[in-house]
């Protein structure tokens, strides 16, 4: 049963000393799902990877990777693990291509051709010692390694940073190739518009703690909008202000404007009771919702304190 | 074929041993290829200075070539280039990667934890040994050709525990690397062990009332026994080794029990 899942935390809690860093996450994570974990800085993200990998012990709780025990079977664990760490840092001074090849023998072997494939594909040079490398080129050679063994679970820890718009796009095509082999994507960012595209589903982590867990799409549903109505007479506000989700409504003479979250359906029941002349409704600002997760954990309704 | 991990681990220290090594062997070279030209200035050296010196520098008499070869290679100079190399290198294990980060990727790898702790060391460990065993080696060598009057077995008997000495610190600095994670904290602990030990064994030949502190002291048990004259002492030797061993297995243990780079 547990092994349908990637990825399943149960309270998981770390403590460093008297500092929190994550308190009682519960988290499960499907095979072959790829998972947006968002949060600010200091969220509890690294920290969360960082358990999950057996680089740190639980304070409390527990987590099961790939069926596994992080600590017992961390050997057969991480064979088929691809982990890129938060702060990319190489040991040793030798070239990408020799520390790659160093890799692949140490996880039993991997074709060459999968590396050159990966190098390619990232525009990497894999003549050239890391130490000397650009912060994106290391975050490439971090990516390579990741995905060079084909592993059934990718934990990537801000995958993105330092790289250009160009090779961001490039990634991102790596992860939705990796979904449709079926392989299982666990990725941290700061932000949505990052995860959106490739992501499943969306985690939010604040201040340790879950605050929401969504499909992309149903935090759309979430979503504010803002509609505005033009009707051929004018219209009385206050058969407007009462309805569910909708607020700042003003009508200046026969236009209204008002902000609607969540579904339409309610306003356009009502509106349907005149005649309309015109309606606009801006795409809904996913981004503006997001951000209310990072300041106030009930999400949707006060983006505005959030937004621009 | 060795794990991945071991060649990994030689490959990054391939400058540092090779320095060590260099330096070591120049060292033992130099010294003992001019036996005979020092001989003279050794004698200046002894008369010059007062007997509690010679003592604290572990100098008994430098005029027999058992002593010139104690004062010169196995009393001081000898012992801290080693015992030096071993300790940085040993500071590398653990500590460093854990301290620049490039921890994270090692320990990714396909390993327990003490899998992964063992080959560190097991690497580390041999890239020592190889140091640690440069003067015995160039001294079968030296010594019969510049006529020193020493017989093998004794100057084996003292490049071997010179090589127990190297493991019995090897262990402790490994353990502190395993349980701090901090190299400071390797140099220190395992630095301070070191003088401590040394002083200690210095100490107590010269004044009566603390001749028992040797027993506390690695030195004691590596160059007290005076190999060059007296031979082999296995269960001196064995107790340097036994504590390397247990210090080294304490260090495995401690680091498949901790968090990692926090
Ligand atoms: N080694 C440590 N010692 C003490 N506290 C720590 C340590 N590592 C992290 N923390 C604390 O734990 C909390 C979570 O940190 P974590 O690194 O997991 O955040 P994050 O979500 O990865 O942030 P970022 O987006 O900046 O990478 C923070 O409050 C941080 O200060
Ligand atoms: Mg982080």
């Known amino acids: 049963m547990t092994s349908d899942y990637a990825v399943l935390t149960e309270d998981l809690t770390k403590f460093y000393g008297q500092r929190r860093g994550i308190e009682s996450l519960t988290l499960q994570v499907g095979a072959g799902e790829v998972l947006g974990f968002l949060g600010p800085n200091g969220a509890g993200k690294t920290t969360t990877i960082r358990l999950l990998l057996d680089f740190l012990r639980p304070t409390d709780g527990s987590a099961t990777v790939l069926g596994l025990d992080p600590r017992r079977d961390k050997a057969a664990l991480h064979r088929q693990i691809g982990y890129l760490p938060g702060e990319l840092s190489f040991p040793g001074r030798e070239t990408a291509g020799d520390l790659l090849r160093f890799f692949g023998a140490a996880r039993g072997g991997v074709a060459w051709s999968q590396v050159t494939g990966l190098a390619e594909r990232l525009d990497l040079d894999l003549s050239r010692p890391v130490r000397t490398m650009s912060k994106g080129n290391k975050q490439k050679v971090g990516l390579v390694q990741a995905f060079m063994h084909r592993p059934a679970l990718l934990i990537l820890d801000e995958p993105t940073s330092g790289l250009d718009p160009l090779m961001q796009q490039e990634f991102l095509a790596m992860v939705r190739d990796a979904r449709d082999a079926g392989q299982t994507v666990f990725m941290s960012s700061h932000v949505l518009a990052e995860v959106q595209h490739t992501a499943d589903r969306v985690a939010i982590i604040r201040d340790g703690r879950l605050v929401a867990v969504e499909r992309v799409e149903s935090l759309g549903k979430r979503a504010i909008r803002s509609v505005e109505i033009h009707f051929n007479d004018p219209v009385d506000p206050a058969e407007f202000d009462v309805l569910p989700g909708v607020s700042e409504v003003t009508v200046s003479g026969p236009v209204l404007r008002c902000t609607v979250s969540g579904r339409l359906d309610p306003l356009i029941k009502v509106a349907a009771r005149h005649e309309i002349v015109d309606m606009l409704s801006a795409e809904p600002d996913l981004e503006e919702t997001f951000l209310s997760f990072y300041y106030h954990s009930e999400g949707a309704g006060d983006a505005s304190r959030a937004g621009a | ?262």
């Not at chain 2, 525990?161 to 402790?172: D, H, K, S, Y």
């Open chain 2, 1 to 262: 074929m060795l794990p991945a991990l071991v060649r990994k681990t030689w490959r990054d220290d391939r400058r540092a041993v090779l320095g060590w090594a260099v330096g070591v062997a120049a060292f033992t070279t130099i010294y003992t290829s001019f036996y005979r030209q020092f001989q003279g200035a050794a004698e200046l050296k002894q008369e010059a200075l007062p007997q509690g010196m010679l003592d604290f520098l572990g100098i008994a008499d430098m005029f027999s070539p058992a002593g010139y070869l104690q004062a010169t290679i196995f009393s001081l100079v000898g012992p801290l280039l080693v015992l030096m190399c071993a300790i940085t290198l040993t500071a590398r294990t653990i500590a460093r990667p854990e301290e620049d980060g490039g921890m994270e990727l090692l320990l990714a790898n396909p390993l327990s934890r003490t899998a992964f702790a063992g080959q560190r060391l097991a690497a580390t460990g041999t890239a020592v040994t190889v140091v640690a065993a440069i003067p015995l080696l160039l001294l079968f060598v030296v010594v019969p050709r510049v006529g020193m009057d020493i017989p093998l077995s004794n100057v084996a008997a003292a490049g071997v525990g010179l090589i127990a000495l190297v493991w019995c610190f090897t262990g402790i600095a490994f353990l502190a690397g395993a349980v701090s994670g901090r190299r400071s904290s390797v140099l220190a602990v395992t630095g301070v062990l070191a003088v401590a030990a040394y002083m200690a064994n210095a100490i107590s030949g010269m004044s009566d009332g603390w001749h028992w502190v040797r027993w506390l002291s690695p030195f004691h048990y590596f160059i007290g026994t005076d190999p060059l004259h007296t031979g082999w002492h296995p269960v001196e030797l064995l107790i340097l080794v036994a504590v390397g061993a247990a210090t080294a297995l304490a260090g495995v243990w401690a680091f498949d029990r901790r968090d990692v780079g926090v």
